[in-house]
């Protein structure tokens, strides 16, 4: 095992080293940035600072400068806010934070469950209509399914805010600012466990059914063991070992955002943070977000190969 670990962070580095110098290479040389787009600023004010943040100087000497201070923590300033990156960071990706966790576990705790019972009932009405519902889910846009329901539940019903963290001008502290938090972040968790619901649902429900099958299953039925217990204990377990490897995927999700979701309902997260520097093209905060991501990325890969191994020992690292 820590043999394996250790290559692995070997390997791991070598990435995140070549992950760099293209996501460095992709931004720096896009033509335009923030300075140079800022049309309130002099030419002689242009000069200096870049001159300042050291944008006059050559790529490679660029480069190196930056993944020194990224070793220090230091991902660089971010011109259009006018605050450090990592500072951005912390004051926006909670926030996306919070809406994923929410809907990622309503997403795989209803999967599972319509899952199992899909594949069970297979070919059955329940199972027919869940398929509708499936592929109806994945094929809707989701900009279209967020102001549907905004029209619907925000606007018509006025049950649900249409957007925000908070109520504007709110003061409210303590238990009450839990309770404003929760009822306007319920759309957008709506909308986003409705996007990823029907992919991960049909997943499941094809494990199941190709677990079902196995002859271990049969066996533990003609020993008259109860059918919850068979699907449940025995058959439920091995469906969701290949489900593990999309644990890895889920860790760059979580502390990424929803560019659109955020977007739409106006939720200040860090990928709402990321589309508005798109706009004015600042690069900074664009290469600090973009390496997380990647090193997000590839740890959540590495403990998804662990936890399988956990789950099932069979397999060999």
């Known amino acids: 095992m820590s043999a ?12 995140l080293l070549a992950a760099s110098l293209l996501i460095f290479c992709l931004y720096a040389l896009t033509p335009g940035d923030f300075i140079s787009g800022n049309i309130k600023l002099t030419p002689e004010r242009k000069a200096e600072l870049r001159e300042i943040y050291g944008l ?29 990156v990592l500072g951005l960071f912390n004051d926006y990706i909670w926030n996306s934070f919070l809406l994923a966790a929410v809907s990622t576990f309503l997403t795989w705790f209803i999967a599972v469950i319509v899952g199992v019972i899909s594949a069970y009932k ?3 009405w329940f199972d027919t209509l869940v398929l509708v519902l499936i592929f109806a889910a994945m094929s809707l846009p989701s900009f279209f399914i967020g ?5 619907i539940l925000a606007v018509d019903l006025k049950w649900l805010p249409p957007g925000g963290m908070i109520t504007t001008g709110s003061n409210a502290t303590g238990l009450a600012y839990v309770k404003e938090v929760i009822h306007h972040m319920t759309l957008p968790v709506i909308v986003m466990t409705i996007l990823g619901v029907g992919s991960l649902t049909r997943y499941f429900r094809t494990n199941m059914i190709d677990v079902i099958k196995q002859d271990y299953i049969r066996t533990a039925r003609a020993k008259g063991l109860k059918e919850s217990k068979v699907l ?24 990424g955002g929803s560019l659109i979701i955020e977007k739409i309902f106006n939720w200040p997260g860090i990928g709402q943070l990321y589309m508005s520097s798109f706009s004015v093209r600042d690069y900074p905060l664009l290469m600090g977000f973009t390496m997380l991501i990647a090193i997000l990325t590839v740890i959540g890969t590495l403990l998804s190969d662990l936890l399988y191994h956990i789950a099932d020992p069979r397999v060999r690292l």
């Open 4 to 15: 394996y670990i250790t290559k692995r962070l070997i390997y791991m580095v070598a990435i």
């Open 56 to 84: 006059n100087k050559p790529l490679l000497e660029r480069y190196f400068i930056w993944m020194k201070n990224a070793f220090h923590g230091d991902f660089g300033y971010s011109l259009a806010q006018q605050k450090p």
């Open 122 to 124: 297979q070919y059955s």
């Open 232 to 255: 449940y204990r025995h058959a439920l377990r091995n469906a969701l070992l290949p489900a593990i490897t999309l644990v890895g995927f889920e860790l760059p999700a979580l502390f």
């Open 147 to 151: 102001l549907f329901l905004i029209k």
